[in-house]
């Protein structure tokens, strides 16, 4: 835009200026805006929004300046880019009679905005991206309302008044089961929580004496039954049910990053299967082109075997008959008489 600005200031108002550098501006909105929001944008599909936003907004507005200049012909107005009619500068797709800021505005925000969901769609980011991505996220969830920020995700904080919990469990019981059995199952499972003395719970002690009042219960009443008479009849403060959602929430996070985990390394698990196997292959064709090669060497050893067999085999012959042709020539020489 500054470049721009450099090189028409002379023909162009400020106005008309800032009006093109703000519509290349606007180009990082989809990537920018959306991004926050949506999990499933990635920096493909942000880099194909701007690269396709950006020819559009250099199509519908720088172009035209430079037609005014002389510096592009005139055709490019009347008979569009490469003399396609739906790529006119100022009549995209043939949408005629907007202004020419309103014009590129749409046309570059909508394209960019298809091509940023489409690449979006389109391509696996790499693990770090992933990551980034899910902390992101996962930071922005946390951080939602006040009354969670401050909540123990542990729950091993014990403020939670035990006397008022087991008057809340005792009169319970007592709607379907009489006073001496209530008191003895109560008594039953908080000695099965190991609760002593005790004059605090904590939140997840408290969960304990639910799930656990509503199981001893069903075996009275029907689980059903059971289930309704703990939710019609056992109440969380304020805090408890922040402490409670704060809980849940950070099991569910440590549960979906363990799984992302588990994905990732599935993935990577499959691509060094693929590898491997990959040089299994590999292996496979060199052990096969140096076998072949092996098999021709030993043809020619074996050829030059037979050649040296079949040359010992005639230097014999020819040793046998010069040692025959020697001794004729030696009773020749010691008996002239033979020769006649």
């Keep these: 835009s500054y470049l721009f600005a450099e090189i028409m200031q002379a023909s162009y108002i400020l106005v008309s200026l800032g009006l093109i550098s703000f519509a290349a501006i606007l180009q990082l909105a989809p990537a920018g805006l959306i991004g926050l929001f949506w999990r499933g944008g990635n920096s ?3 880099a194909a929004g701007l690269l396709v936003g950006y020819s559009v907004w250099a199509l519908t507005l720088v172009a035209p300046a430079m037609v005014r200049e002389g510096w592009l012909p005139q055709t ?7 003399g396609q009619l739906w790529l006119r500068p100022e009549a995209m797709f043939g949408t005629e009679g907007l202004p020419p800021l309103a014009h590129s505005v749409f046309w570059s925000l909508t394209l960019n905005l298809i091509f940023y969901m489409v690449g979006s769609f389109a391509y696996r980011p790499q693990k770090a991206e992933r990551n980034l991505r899910a902390e992101m996220f996962d930071c922005m969830e946390n951080d939602a309302g006040s009354i969670y920020r401050h909540a123990r995700p542990t729950g091993l904080e014990s403020y939670i008044l035990r006397e008022p919990k087991m008057i809340e469990a005792e009169q319970l019981l007592r709607k379907y089961l009489n006073s001496e059995k209530a008191e003895q199952l109560l008594l039953s499972v908080c000695e099965d929580l190991q609760l002593g003395g005790r004059s605090t719970l904590t939140i997840i002690e408290l969960m304990e004496l639910h799930r656990m009042l509503e199981q001893r219960l069903a075996g009275s009443i029907g689980a ?3 289930h309704s008479a703990v939710e019609e009849s056992i109440n969380y403060s304020e805090r408890e049910a922040a402490d409670l ?3 849940f929430s950070h099991l569910a996070s440590e549960l979906n990053a363990s799984i992302i985990e588990k994905d990732d390394s599935e993935s990577e698990g499959i691509d060094m299967l693929m590898r491997l196997q990959e040089a299994n292959e590999q292996q496979s064709l060199t052990l096969k082109r140096l076998q072949k090669r092996v098999d021709e060497l030993e043809g020619i050893v074996d050829r030059q075997y037979k ?8 230097a014999q012959k020819l040793r046998v008959e010069r040692e025959g042709l020697v001794e004729r020539l030696d009773r020749r020489k010691s008996d002239p008489d033979l020769g006649d």
């Excluded at 490019?76 to 490469?82: T, V």
């Excluded at 050649?307 to 005639?314: A, H, P, Q, T, V």
């Design 224 to 226: 059903a039954t059971a």
């Design 307 to 314: 050649e040296i067999f079949d040359y010992r085999l005639e």
């Design 245 to 247: 959602r704060s809980l």
């Design 76 to 82: 490019l107005m009347s008979e569009g880019l490469f």
């Design 44 to 46: 493909f599909g942000a």
